[in-house]
Structure formats: C-alpha cells, structure tokens
C-alpha cells in the first residue's frame, strides 16, 4: 500500500494496484497548487462527506478517469445526477471488489453538498485485503463507535486521522482514537490548510511518541508505503 497525501485531508492510495482518490480538495487549495490534477489516477474515488473541502475535484477527477464513486445515497445519488458512475453505501455497510472491501463507518460531523443539498450522514471507511488495511477516518469527532472497527475489521496497519480541532478532533483525541482503532502508526490529515486548524508539529509528535506511537507528517506530494 503507497499512501500519497494531496493536501487538507486529500489522499491518493495505491492499494492492491488499484487506485483509490479520497475526499479530493486540490485546486482550490493554494499549498497543493503543484499538484498535477490532470495526471492523477484514480479507479475509485471515496468520499466521506459533502462539504467543499473534500468534493471539489470529485467531478473532474471522475471525468478524466471513469472512476466510480463510493460514499453515502446521498452524495452518490448527486453525483450521478451527473453523469457520473457511483456505488452507494451506509453506515455498516461494506463492498467487495477483487482488490479488497471497503467498508463505510460512522463519524460524527455535518455534511452538505457545495448547492445545499443534503449531503446524508458523514462517515469514514475501512479498507482491507488479505494482507493490508486502512482506516480514513474522515472529518469526525472522537467517538466511541470507533472502538467497534477491531472487533468487526481485521487489524489496521495505518489510520489517517484528523487532528486540526475546531472542525474535527485534535491532536489530543487523535491519540485516543488510536488506541480506540487499537493501531499507533497514524497520518495526520485536517490541519495547517487555514488558520483555524494550524497545529505545532513538534508538540504533536511528542505527544504521540510519549505514548509509543507513531505519527507520520507528509508533505503534501509525498508518499509512505505501509
């Protein structure tokens, strides 16, 4: 698995050879502005919730790539009012594809989309194959329904978690979240992109390696295998 971060809380993921684009916000964000939209690859694109910060580019990604689209009815059904190709899911709900399953899992947010529609309930996903798994926890609160990923999950290999505070978790939950999702190798996602969610990279990596963990800061175009 090769994890690419594209910004905010942008990812694009090599996973079983196949590509997978989650919660793409890449052109209007200035610090990702030497991100080459165009040349991304994506079989998939997952979102997590509607709001404009993590659908931006779902439509033109979709549109040079025939990706499908997994997330909730709602955001799906919006986008296939498109044109684009889609696959529904809910909160428990899971779809297996030859290169693994992914799994849609609760996060306790808001979500409408960029017209006002209703964008459904916000949620994360799970994903696995024989040998690997991820959890993107999308934006999300801390809650302790993460606790029941372990039991019905196999064991995560890495989590994105957010941790800007103010609109999601911060720093503080994420490191409970970790031991809630039972995994310490953690990438950040949701901070440093506007002033409300700047975090001190320095007091958050001790914090985590005060308790064991690993937390791992991307730049944004950079990868990490797992």
């Known amino acids: 698995m090769k994890i690419t971060y594209l910004g905010h809380a942008s990812f694009h993921v090599l996973f079983n050879d196949v590509n997978l684009i989650i919660d793409p916000y890449i052109s209007p964000n200035p610090q990702a502005e030497h991100i080459d939209i165009g040349a991304l690859k994506a079989d998939y694109i997952l979102v997590s919730h509607g709001h404009g910060d993590h659908v931006a580019d779902v439509e033109r990604i979709a549109k040079n790539t025939d990706a499908k ?10 986008f296939q009012n498109k044109g684009l190709s889609g696959h529904p899911l ?4 899971k779809i297996s594809y030859d290169f693994g399953t992914i799994k849609y899992v609760n996060a306790v947010h808001t979500s409408s989309l960029p017209d006002g529609s209703n964008g459904g309930n916000p949620g994360g996903f799970v994903i696995w194959s024989d040998i690997e798994c991820l959890y993107f926890a999308g934006d999300t609160a801390l809650t302790m329904d993460m606790k029941l990923i372990p039991m019905t999950c196999p064991q995560i290999n890495v989590a994105i978690l957010p941790i800007g505070d103010n609109f999601t978790m911060g720093y503080e939950e994420a490191l409970l979240a970790s031991d809630f999702i039972e995994c310490n190798n953690i990438i950040p996602c949701h901070y440093d992109t506007f002033g409300l969610i700047e975090v001190d990279r320095p007091t958050v990596e001790s914090a985590f390696t005060a308790q064991g963990k690993k937390i791992n800061f991307l730049s944004i175009g950079d990868s990490k295998e797992v």
């Open 90 to 93: 809910n909160h428990g709900g």
């Open 69 to 78: 689209i997994i997330s909730n009815f709602e955001i799906t059904t919006w």
